[in-house]
C-alpha cells in the first residue's frame, strides 16, 4: 500500500530515533508473533490517544482498548506546518484533538511529496506513537493528502469499528447493535465474505413481513447481477431457502411480479428472471 | 494551551513556548507555569469539532462543529446548503473560494440551523452523505467518547 518508493528497512527504522534492528531483536523479549501483531497499525482518533495510557517508563508504550499500540493511523486537518531541511513537523486536528506529527525527509522525491501538504488540507498520515521530551508525537512513515474525502467519514467509522473488536476481545459488554448498522467495508472480512441479503445481519423475522415486502425482497433476489447473468433465471426453491419464507408466499409475490411484468418464467414454471439488463 | 489572562485556548502559540500573541484580543500573552509543566506540551483536546447533521448541531450552539452540506445556492458571503439529514442550514462567512457540490464546513453553530464558517473544505461533486449522517449519530450517541 505504500508503493515502490519505500523499502521496508527505511519504513520501520523511524528515521533513526529508534533502537536499530540489530540491538532490538536480542533484548526483545516478545516472541516473533506477538511482536508481530503489534506492529499492526491501528485507525485512532487523537482523543483516544490524549487518553491512552503508558504500560511502563519505555517510551513507546501504550494501551488502547487492552491493545499495544505501536503503528497507528490518523486522518486529519494539517495546522501549522513547519518545514526544515531535514524534517517536516506539523499539527494533525482531527476534530476531536490535536497532536505532532514529524516526518523525516530522506530524498527529494519524498520532500517533494511532502511539499504538497499545505495548511487546511486533510491528511492520512501512518505512523509510530512515541513519547518525546514528555509529549506524544506521531513519527510518521507517510503522509498523503486525502483526494477521496469518503475516506474522512470511513476512517472514524474504521475507528469505531476497531474499539468496539478490542473492547469485546477484552471482555466488556459491548453495545451490540453497531455491526448491523455501519455498512462500511471494513465490516466485512474478504475471506468470509457473504452477500448481504443472506448474512445473518439482513435476514428478518418472517412473521412480520408485509406482502410488499416480500415483494421486494423476491424482486431483489431477481435483481442481483448472479440471478440476471444466468441465461435460465433461478429457481423458486432457491428463493425460499435464501428468504426463510414459506413457499406459497414466494409464489404469490412471483406471481404478482410476473404479472406486473418485472419478471417472466423461463425453462419451465419453476425458473424465473428478470426483465432488467434482460 | 490557555491563555494565562483570557483563560482562552490560544492554538497558535507553539508547543513549548511560555507566551503568544492572543488571538482575540492581538495582544502578548503568557502561559501559566502549571501549564506548561503539566501540559509539557502535549496534545490538546481542549476544542474540537463535533460532527453534526442539522439534528445535532442545535446541542452544540456556541461550540466548533463540522457538517457536510450539499451547496443549494449562495447569497452573497453566505450559502444556503443541505445537511446530511435533509434540512436546510445556512453557512455564514464561506471564503470567496469556488464551491463545489459537496463541502464540509467546519466552523461555530451560531444557531440551529446556521453555522459560521472557518475552514470550507471541498469535497468534490459527490460525497457519501448516509455515511457521514450515520457517522454523526454514532460520534455524538454510543461511541461519543471516541471522539468528544
Redesign the interface.
Known amino acids: 500500500m505504500f508503493g515502490g518508493e519505500y523499502d521496508s528497512a527505511s519504513l520501520f527504522s523511524g528515521g533513526g530515533f529508534m533502537p536499530s534492528q540489530a540491538t532490538q531483536t536480542p533484548d526483545s523479549g516478545f516472541s516473533p508473533a506477538k511482536n508481530r501483531e503489534s506492529q499492526a497499525l491501528l485507525p485512532l482518533?487523537?482523543?483516544?490517544?490524549?487518553e491512552a495510557h503508558q504500560t511502563s517508563d519505555d517510551k513507546s508504550n501504550f494501551v488502547i482498548d487492552g491493545v499495544d499500540v505501536n503503528n497507528i493511523t490518523l486522518v486529519g486537518?494539517v495546522?501549522?506546518k513547519l518545514e526544515k531541511v531535514t524534517d517536516i513537523s506539523f499539527?494533525l486536528d482531527d476534530?476531536?484533538?490535536?497532536?505532532?506529527v514529524h516526518k523525516w525527509v530522506d530524498d527529494a522525491m519524498e520532500s517533494n511529496a511532502m511539499a504538497e501538504l499545505q495548511n487546511?488540507?486533510?491528511v492520512c498520515v501512518h505512523g509510530h506513537l512515541k513519547v518525546f521530551?514528555?509529549?506524544?508525537q506521531v513519527s510518521a512513515y507517510s503522509c498523503r493528502v486525502v483526494t477521496d474525502?469518503?475516506q474522512?467519514?470511513?476512517h472514524?467509522?474504521e475507528?469505531?469499528f476497531v474499539?468496539?473488536c478490542n473492547k469485546k476481545k477484552l471482555g466488556s459488554p459491548a453495545?451490540s447493535s453497531?455491526t448491523a448498522?455501519?455498512?462500511?467495508p471494513y465490516k466485512t472480512n474478504p475471506g468470509t465474505y457473504q452477500s448481504p441479503a443472506s448474512s445473518k445481519a439482513f435476514s428478518r423475522p418472517t412473521t412480520i413481513l408485509s406482502d410488499a415486502d416480500l415483494q421486494q425482497q423476491v424482486l431483489a433476489v431477481f435483481d442481483e447481477p448472479r440471478s440476471i447473468s444466468d441465461e435460465s433465471g433461478i429457481h423458486v426453491d432457491y428463493i425460499v431457502d435464501r428468504l426463510g419464507v414459506p413457499k406459497n408466499k414466494v409464489m404469490q409475490a412471483i406471481t404478482y411480479h410476473v404479472d406486473v411484468g418485472n419478471i417472466y418464467s423461463t425453462i419451465d414454471d419453476d425458473h424465473y428472471k428478470s426483465t432488467r439488463n434482460g | 494551551m490557555r491563555c494565562g489572562k483570557c483563560n482562552e485556548a490560544h492554538f497558535g502559540a507553539r508547543w513549548g513556548a511560555t507566551g503568544g500573541h492572543c488571538w482575540n484580543s492581538g495582544k502578548r500573552f503568557v502561559v501559566p507555569l502549571d501549564a506548561r509543566v503539566s501540559n509539557s506540551c502535549d496534545m490538546d483536546t481542549s476544542n474540537p469539532a463535533a460532527l453534526v447533521n442539522a439534528e445535532l448541531l442545535k446541542m452544540h450552539v456556541g461550540r466548533r462543529v463540522r457538517a457536510l452540506v450539499q451547496v443549494l445556492r449562495k447569497e452573497g458571503a453566505n450559502f444556503v446548503g443541505l445537511s446530511t439529514d435533509g434540512h436546510q442550514l445556512t453557512i455564514r462567512d464561506s471564503p470567496p473560494l469556488p464551491l463545489s457540490n459537496f463541502v464540509e464546513v467546519i466552523g461555530i453553530a451560531e444557531g440551529n440551523q446556521s453555522i459560521r464558517a472557518e475552514i470550507c473544505t471541498n469535497f468534490g461533486e459527490k460525497a457519501d452523505s448516509l455515511v457521514y449522517n450515520r457517522l454523526c449519530q454514532l460520534a455524538n450517541g454510543e461511541f461519543k467518547s471516541l471522539f468528544l
Open positions: 482518533t487523537v482523543k483516544q490517544i490524549s486537518m495546522t501549522d499539527h476534530g476531536t484533538g490535536r497532536i505532532e487546511d488540507t486533510y521530551q514528555g509529549k506524544k474525502f469518503n474522512i467519514p470511513y472514524f467509522l475507528c469505531i474499539h468496539k453495545p453497531v448498522e455501519i455498512n462500511t
